[in-house]
């Protein structure tokens, strides 16, 4: 049947249509006849996904607008649009729908054509920026004075995620672990670190437990007058670069950064000391941003402070807020560091986008930030500053996450109670495996667990974390999904022997093999779409329903025993699906098991 023709027509497909996805090859078609039809050169064919089945695949929504402009016929004009794709191969049909809508079938050779060159080369999957940019990715950024507790897990996994999908679609991007390694806190961690030097095992002990540090640090400070006074004047002695005093720091500041490490390490998140751009980097540039501001005439002192006053930023009484620059005593504040900052990725590392992954609680002090970084000039016009805000993980009373105790929790613990939970799950349904076997399910799931939950939640809203429902084996989480994986690369072994050429024998038949493929080549657009929005709980529910389909695809269309045209063509089917599965779980930062 189809089979003889496929091959060269796949590659001809491949070939046209290599840089663009559907979507966008159904909206330049459309658009190019709308525009023949209307004369209207900005009309644009406005392509969306069909919101039913029997509506087809994808709908065009862009007549209706023209049709007003112009007092025409909505039908009439959408009628002589559909009649300019009479032959187009993309799509088999489209017709007139509603008041003036055009539903588009797709064409099923085409979408085989396609599907076979993903196979031929699966980077086909994923079809890169047309526009690639240098975007600066400001994520996790802990404070480096306590150790990573669980407030920093979101916007350490969503900004790995972002980056690595920004990275997919071809932009450059250029990471910055805005890391808190200043400010006062350290001179009182400095007075605790000199009174236990003298014995090094003592203080390495210590500093092992960094939570602990810090806790006794803060003890002193609060009961020992002494100890207060000696911590502040560190402090100063810091701000002058005192050579013992930033010896002292520097050590704090290195074992506190192991600790991140290890707890990068084990989220899979890629970021290096060389992505660190920490707070004190821009130390000596603060005075240049006070300059700056001053010559633009931006600053004026209130209570002794410099402010900058902007007219769209009022309290509740109605009076302008300030963005306070430099304190009374000359101190700086974390805004100003961020002005500086700013600057330095526009100007320095040539930014055409900075997103900065940081919890919702600062969404003030970025519209702040930003709108005097304008003001002053500090970013170039074509750069664009983005606040990729995420919401609260909330403990089961409703109040932010923490310990029985009321402590914070630490991310490390978290992460190793889930290996843990994920190990008992894993004894219990599987109890003949190995156990290296086992602890290798135990880690991966248990850890995919936790970044999978949080990354299928809306990052703008707070969530309840619970264990419960992340380690469950059905419904949108991490089991689920790697269990699907582990499933049809299992499949996939039996049939290890059947001789598939990639590229060659995927033939749409089954309306279940036709919906996966569609799935499958949405990927693409998903995709795009998160480059831009920066929402990775679409790609989970993106990789859920794909998963729902194959599942459909496999009970109603049998593997083994069907005749071999048939079995090599859902067997390529199959394999595509796995691939997508997993190039989806590696853009979330999660690597799926072979066997489960
Ligand atoms: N260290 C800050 C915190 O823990 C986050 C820094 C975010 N990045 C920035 N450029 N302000 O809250």
């Avoid at 900004?159 to 805005?178: F, K």
């Amino acid at each position: 049947m189809l089979i003889g023709v496929k091959s060269a027509q796949f590659l001809l497909s491949h070939l046209e249509f290599a840089m663009l996805t559907i979507k966008e090859s159904l909206e330049k078609v459309i658009t190019e006849a709308l525009i023949e039809v209307c004369g209207i050169k900005d009309a644009k064919g406005q392509v969306i996904y069909a919101s039913r089945p029997e509506f087809g695949d994808y709908q065009a929504n862009g007549v209706m607008a023209v049709a007003r402009q112009l007092r025409q016929n909505p039908r009439d004009l959408a009628a002589q649009v559909v009649d300019k794709l009479a032959g187009n191969t993309l799509v088999t049909r489209a017709e007139v729908a509603g008041p003036g809508f055009i539903n588009i079938f797709l064409n099923t050779e085409m979408l085989a054509g396609r599907a076979n060159a993903c196979l031929a080369d699966h980077t086909a999957l994923i079809i890169p920026s047309s526009h690639p940019q240098t975007i600066v990715v400001d994520y996790s950024s802990p404070n480096l004075a306590k150790e990573m507790h669980v407030g920093h897990l979101r916007g350490t996994i969503i900004g790995d995620s972002i980056v690595r999908i920004l990275e997919a679609l071809g932009h450059c991007v250029i990471r910055q672990n805005h890391v808190g390694d200043w400010g006062t806190q350290f001179g009182m961690l400095i007075a605790h670190m000199n009174s236990l030097s003298n014995d090094e095992k003592a203080l390495s002990s210590n500093l092992a437990d960094l939570e602990g540090f810090y806790r006794a640090a803060k003890q002193r400070f609060d009961a020992e007058p002494e100890f207060a006074d000696l911590a502040r004047s560190y402090v100063v002695k810091l701000q002058q670069g005192d050579a013992d005093c930033l010896a002292a720091w520097q050590r704090f500041i290195d074992e506190s950064l192991r600790h991140c490490e290890e707890v990068y390490a084990l989220l899979s998140i890629g970021l290096k000391r060389s992505d660190l751009r920490a707070e004190s980097f821009y130390n000596k540039e603060l005075p240049n941003i006070v300059k700056a501001l001053s010559e633009k005439g931006l600053l004026s002192e209130s209570e002794g402070a410099q402010c900058v006053f902007l007219d769209e930023f009022k309290g509740k009484d109605g009076n302008p807020l300030p963005v306070i620059i430099q304190k009374r005593d000359g101190g700086y504040l974390y805004a100003s560091t961020d002005l500086a900052a700013i600057r330095y990725r526009s100007d320095n590392l040539g930014a055409d986008r900075v997103l900065y992954v940081v919890d919702a609680r600062q969404s003030l002090h970025f519209q702040q930030v930003f709108a005097v970084a304008r003001a002053a000039d500090f970013v170039r016009q074509s750069c664009k500053l983005e606040h990729i805000a995420y919401g609260t993980m909330m403990g089961e009373d409703g109040k932010p996450f923490k310990t029985r105790s009321g402590d914070t929790v630490k991310l490390r613990e978290l992460l190793d109670e889930a290996v843990a939970r994920a190990r008992d799950l894993v004894a219990e349904k599987n109890p003949d495996l190995s156990d290296t076997e086992k602890a290798l399910i135990a880690s991966t799931v248990g850890i995919a667990s936790v970044k999978y939950s949080d990354l299928s939640k809306n990052r703008t809203s707070d969530y309840v974390f619970d264990w419960s429902s992340m380690l469950s084996f059905e419904g949108n989480t991490a089991p689920y999904l790697l269990y699907a994986y582990a499933r049809i690369q299992s499949v996939l072994r039996r049939l290890e022997e059947e001789s598939v050429t990639p590229g060659e024998h995927v033939y749409l038949v089954q309306p279940e093999e036709r919906a996966l493929a569609v799935k499958i080549l949405q990927f693409a657009e998903l995709v795009q779409q998160l480059g831009d929005d920066c929402f990775p709980n679409q790609l989970c529910l993106y990789l859920y329903e794909l998963s729902g389909l194959f599942m459909k695809f496999y009970e109603s269309c049998p593997i083994l025993k069907s005749d071999s045209e048939t079995r090599k063509s859902r067997l390529a089917l199959a394999n595509l699906t796995a691939i997508t599965l997993k190039k989806g779980l590696n853009l979330l930062g999660i690597e799926p098991l072979q066997r489960m």
